[in-house]
Nanobody, 123 residues
Framework: VQLQASGGGLVQVGGSLRLSCVAS????????MVWLRQAPEKEREFVSA????????DFADSVKGRFTISRDDAKNTVYLQMNSLKPEDTAVYYC?????????????????WGQGTLVTVSS
């Protein structure tokens, strides 16, 4: 199983980026997908999640209204569209796969992790 995250980069304040996470080797439609991030010298934090069906989404308060999450099961891919980026969004962003029915708030439930992609928001 592999989760390949991409799309990070350097962007100015107020800009946008779209992260992608392509999964292989698993039955993608059986997993909720989660995005997390870890800023320098900070703990990793939950950013967003989408249910296995795609019908339920969740966002951290810090990104609500600015980030959207979506999935394309035909491409085994989950996306994180990030708009109105702020310097505090600077972090390494990770995707993870959570089996259907498990809480996405608990990292112990994550079956698979991607390698991370760096997002840097410059002011």
């Amino acid at each position: 199983v592999q989760l390949q995250a991409s799309g990070g980069g350097l962007v100015q304040v107020g800009g946008s980026l779209r992260l992608s996470c392509v999964a292989s080797g698993l039955t993608f439609s059986r997993y909720a997908m989660v995005w997390l991030r870890q800023a320098p010298e900070k703990e990793r934090e939950f950013v967003s999640a989408i249910s296995a069906s795609g019908g339920v989404t969740d966002f951290a308060d810090s990104v609500k209204g600015r980030f959207t999450i979506s999935r394309d099961d035909a491409k085994n891919t989950v996306y994180l569209q990030m708009n109105s980026l702020k310097p505090e969004d600077t972090a390494v962003y990770y995707c993870a796969a959570v089996p259907y029915g498990s809480s996405w708030y608990l990292e112990v439930n994550y079956d698979y992790w991607g390698q991370g992609t760096l997002v840097t928001v410059s002011s």
